[in-house]
Nanobody
Framework: QVQLVESGGGLVQAGDSLRLSCAASGLTFGNYAMGWFRQAPGKEREFVAAISRTGSMTYYADSVKGRFTISRDNAGKRAYLQMNSLKPEDTAVYYC???????????????WGQGTQVTVSS
């Protein structure tokens, strides 16, 4: 069965960096675009970043543009989210997801990980 497993979350201070990783199994990784979403307490899940199947195209939410970078390693079946200059408002559970096409919309993603907590203190 398809599994997406996130790792790399933690507690950091404002201005620090973190790198999230998403390990995929049970699917042909190169056939799927990958996305990162996040959900803060009491808020709806929101789009963060997405990358196309080959990595040639990326999308970012305005709130993270210039600070976060999404990438992927198709041979290693992993997607990454490099997060720099973290802010307290980045605090959330971060989810990776797989879709047959790159998209900003969660409804287009068929497979989801369990999430990893990122907490940024001020």
């Amino acid at each position: 069965q398809v599994q997406l497993v996130e790792s790399g979350g933690g507690l950091v201070q404002a201005g620090d960096s973190l790198r999230l990783s998403c390990a995929a199994s049970g699917l042909t990784f190169g056939n799927y675009a990958m996305g990162w979403f996040r959900q803060a307490p009491g808020k709806e899940r929101e789009f963060v970043a997405a990358i196309s199947r080959t990595g040639s195209m990326t999308y970012y939410a305005d709130s993270v543009k210039g600070r976060f970078t999404i990438s992927r390693d198709n041979a290693g079946k992993r997607a990454y989210l490099q997060m720099n200059s973290l802010k307290p408002e980045d605090t959330a559970v971060y989810y990776c997801a797989a879709s047959t096409q790159i998209s900003r919309y969660s409804r287009n993603y068929a497979y989801w990980g369990q999430g990893t907590q990122v907490t940024v203190s001020s």
